[in-house]
Each structure stands twice: as C-alpha cells, then as structure tokens.
Nanobody, 126 residues
C-alpha cells in the first residue's frame, strides 16, 4: 500500500505556472504508475497526465499536452506536474493516484488507480 500527499497548489494568474508535487510513503514508489487527475466545481474528476513506473511512458489529455509536464523522482518518492500557461479553465482540485500494474495500454482510467491523495486546489484567475 502507498500513501500519497499532494502539495503545490495555490492561486495564480492566467498565463502563470505552478508545480504540483505528489509525495509517497509506504511501499516502493518505483513500483507504481502515477496519474494526475482533476475535478472542477460541479464536474466529474477527469484525467490530466500519467507516467508509468519506469518513467518511460507519459500520457496527457489534449488540454494538458504541450503545457503540462509530468515527471517522477523515485529517489525522492515524489512525482511532479509542472503546469505552464495556466488558464482559468485549469481551476480544479488536482489529485495524484498510484497504480501498481506492471503494464497498461492506457493510464487514463481512474478505476485502475486504487490509491489516491487528498488533492490540492489550483485556482487560476483571469
């Protein structure tokens, strides 16, 4: 089992940047695929980005592609989501999640992630 804690959220103006962190404790962090999801007010939680356990495969939703970068540092048991050129539509609670599967054809399915953090709020003002 792994415990996840997100941090790095906050209030930023449109066009600005934030880096979210997902710190893990418990079972070996390197054994998990890590996903970032977000939930905007009144909407369902949706996929944003993911990185596989080896750090070789990255997957992004269309809105994140080219603006967001997911990475991981297994020595620090931490994953990151670097978000640039933020837009008001990026306002949401951002969650990281962990999936112990060895192989996936896609990393965008929430049900594949049994472990979740508590979320960190991102607010982008116009």
């Amino acid at each position: 089992q792994v415990h996840l804690v997100e941090s790095g959220g906050g209030l930023v103006q449109a066009g600005g940047s934030l880096r979210l962190s997902c710190a893990a404790s418990g079972r070996a962090f390197s054994e998990y695929n890590i996903g970032w999801f977000r939930q905007s007010p009144g909407q369902e939680r949706v996929f944003v980005a993911a990185i596989n356990r080896e750090g070789e495969v990255r997957q992004y939703t269309d809105s994140a592609q080219g603006r967001f970068t997911i990475s991981r540092d297994d020595a620090k048991n931490t994953a990151y989501l670097e978000m640039n050129r933020l837009e008001p539509e990026d306002t949401a609670v951002y969650y990281c999640a962990a999936d112990p599967s060895v192989y996936r054809t896609t990393y965008a399915v929430q049900e594949q992630y049994p472990y979740w953090g508590q979320g960190t709020q991102v607010i982008v003002s116009s």
